[in-house]
């Protein structure tokens, strides 16, 4: 059984960061590639980045490239996406998902296990 468990999202003014964290719990850790994804309201669930079981393979959406940095903690199980100079476009719910084929790509469809989500919500 394996658990994903997201936190760090909140409501912010634009221009703000947030660092939110994904926890993986029930496998080992590290033979999994991980991604952030998020869905907005009415909008399809769309990938914003990932990263190999080693984090030496990084991949971000140009929506956010430059602006967010993903890393990872094999030893604590945890992926971190630090995001800053947030815009109200970036509101939607944050899920992040653990890829089987470990490389952390950007195809929803590698990614076998997904978290509840949280919240992000840019104010202008």
């Known amino acids: 059984q394996v658990q994903l468990v997201e936190s760090g999202g909140g409501s912010v003014q634009a221009g703000s960061s947030l660092r939110l964290t994904c926890t993986l719990l029930?496998?080992?850790?590290?033979?999994?590639?991980v991604g952030w994804f998020r869905e907005a309201p009415g909008k399809e669930r769309e990938f914003v980045a990932g990263?190999?079981?080693?984090?030496?393979?990084?991949n971000y959406a140009d929506s956010v490239k430059g602006r967010s940095i993903i890393s990872r903690d094999n030893a604590k199980n945890t992926v971190y996406l630090q995001m800053n100079k947030l815009a109200p476009e970036d509101t939607a719910v944050y899920y992040c998902a653990a890829d089987h084929t470990g490389w952390g790509t950007s195809r929803i469809n590698d990614y076998e296990y997904w978290g509840q989500g949280t919240q992000v919500t840019v104010s202008s």
């Open positions: 029930g496998r080992t850790f590290s033979l999994f590639g």
């Open positions: 990263i190999g079981f080693r984090g030496d393979t990084i």
